[in-house]
Nanobody, 124 residues
Framework: QVQLVESGAGLVQAGGSLRLSCVAS????????MGWFRQAPGKERDFVTT????????LYGDSVKGRFTISRDSAKNTVYLQMNSLKPEDTAVYYC?????????????????WGQGTQVTVSS
């Protein structure tokens, strides 16, 4: 049974930093992209970033480029999201995803497995 478990939730002031982690279990995902999406109340789930199995390819959403950094440890089946210079508009539930079935890597529908989400709140 595949499970993705996120951690690192928190409340932080604007300008602060947080680091999220996501551990996958049940199978290895070293050949798949692992990504992060987020969903604010009343809004759709949006792409944040994703990273290839090798770690050599990364994609970022425009709103987080230059502030967030994704990394992974494939030996540990773990992906990380370092979030710096946080803004109130970054407030959302952050979801880890993997098991991409295509190359539309910014699309929710391209990922098979999802975590339960972890809350990030940025106060102004």
């Amino acid at each position: 049974q595949v499970q993705l478990v996120e951690s690192g939730a928190g409340l932080v002031q604007a300008g602060g930093s947080l680091r999220l982690s996501c551990v996958a279990s049940g199978r290895t995902f070293s050949s798949y992209f692992m990504g992060w999406f987020r969903q604010a109340p009343g809004k759709e789930r949006d792409f944040v970033t994703t990273i290839s199995g090798s770690g050599l390819t990364t994609l970022y959403g425009d709103s987080v480029k230059g502030r967030f950094t994704i990394s992974r440890d494939s030996a540990k089946n773990t992906v990380y999201l370092q979030m710096n210079s946080l803004k109130p508009e970054d407030t959302a539930v952050y979801y880890c995803a993997t098991g991409n079935t295509g190359w539309s890597l910014r699309q929710v529908s391209s990922y098979t497995y999802w975590g339960q989400g972890t809350q990030v709140t940025v106060s102004s």
